[in-house]
């Protein structure tokens, strides 16, 4: 026989199980610390991030080089694929062998998408193209180097030797077609090897590059200036491989104007002209102006067919005049 207070325990542990067996089948749980459990895996997946310090960071694509850099501090999340890091110092690997160095304060690369970008001091250098910048975005699957704020570029262009100077708020590049584009109050001189030989300054609005076919084209308030010539047009080109021949070495075109300070003897004079075609010959210092040429010289007016200015001196040649001029 049991005792009393046995029995008595006894049957309050039965009652107090039927109510909880009960209680839980007329009651929703809610999983309780567990609930989350099913989100538990992604979470942590979520969170698989490797701190390194003073680091070389390397990455295969098709068991080849793809991207490289050494930075002071770096961070890969491995589920994202994504790396952050910090003063890095790298390059990536184009499909023809090439590299695209870069430096920078801070970035980011996706793996995923093949996109890099960096923020603060951007330094890049892609064949015989260098730049600074604020900012810089590369999309590998698109071959484009993109470059925001003060951008600052130098090409050397080998055929000629010559150095070619741009300045625009906004750049684009891409390394494998040899082809860039620059935006926004664009800035550029064309350095000669020889120093006798003067620069060619230019301004636009835009300037496309393309170095496969060595020409530059200008759109929007485009200017240039060599020597004591100033010209504007509102579209321009430079063909770059044209220096030292006797064709046009750059070109204006659509409402020309045209300023010119020139000798006559010991007194300075100043010229001014307008048509709607200018060709720059700096291999014979010549400019042609076509398309209802004028010239203003001395308080005389030069019109003519085809216009030819001699750089630097009075000589003023006219085809097919309109009117007479006779230098005195």
Excluded: C
Excluded at 113 to 126: H, M, W
Excluded at 129 to 150: C, F, P
Excluded at 193 to 214: A, K, T
Aim: glycine residues 6%; neutral net charge; hydrophobic residues 35%.
């Amino acid at each position: 026989m049991l005792a009393p207070k046995q029995t008595i325990v006894n049957i309050i542990f039965i009652l107090v199980s039927l109510s909880l067996i009960s209680y839980s089948f007329t009651q929703n749980w809610d999983g309780g610390a567990f609930k989350d459990y099913e989100n538990l895996e992604d979470t942590v997946k979520n969170t698989q991030e490797t701190y390194f310090k003073s680091v070389d960071y390397y990455l295969l694509k098709n068991s080849q080089p793809h991207f490289s850099l050494n930075a002071v501090e770096l961070v890969t999340n491995n589920n994202s694929k994504k790396t952050f890091f910090f003063k890095p110092d790298g390059h990536v690997f184009l499909e023809s062998g090439e590299k695209v160095f870069f430096k920078g304060d801070r970035g980011i690369y996706d793996q995923k998408i093949e996109k890099l970008v960096l923020n603060g001091a951007v330094d890049v250098k892609t064949g015989d193209t260098q730049a600074n910048s604020n900012q810089m975005i590369y999309e590998a699957l698109q071959d484009r180097v993109h470059l925001l704020g003060e951008v600052k570029t130098k090409m050397y262009y080998p055929e000629q030797k010559d150095w070619i100077y741009l300045d625009s708020e906004e750049a684009f590049l891409w390394p494998e077609a040899n082809r860039s584009r620059f935006s926004g109050n664009v800035e550029g001189k064309i350095k000669r090897i020889r120093v006798y030989e003067d620069s060619l300054f230019f301004w636009s609005h835009e300037l496309y590059l393309d170095m496969n076919i060595h020409k530059a084209d200008l759109y929007q308030d485009v200017r240039m200036k060599k020597n004591n010539l100033h010209a504007s047009s509102r579209r321009g080109e430079i063909f770059l491989e044209n220096y030292n021949k006797k064709v046009k070495y750059y070109a204006l075109y659509d409402d020309v104007k045209l300023t010119e300070k020139v000798m006559q003897g010991s007194k300075p004079i100043t010229r001014k002209a307008f048509s709607e075609k200018l060709e720059g010959l700096p291999s014979e210092d010549r400019v042609i102006l076509t398309g209802y040429p004028k010239v203003y010289q001395l308080g005389d007016v030069i019109k003519g067919n085809k216009i030819v200015l001699r750089q630097s001196t009075e000589v003023v040649e006219v085809d097919d005049a309109n009117t007479k001029f006779q230098m005195e």
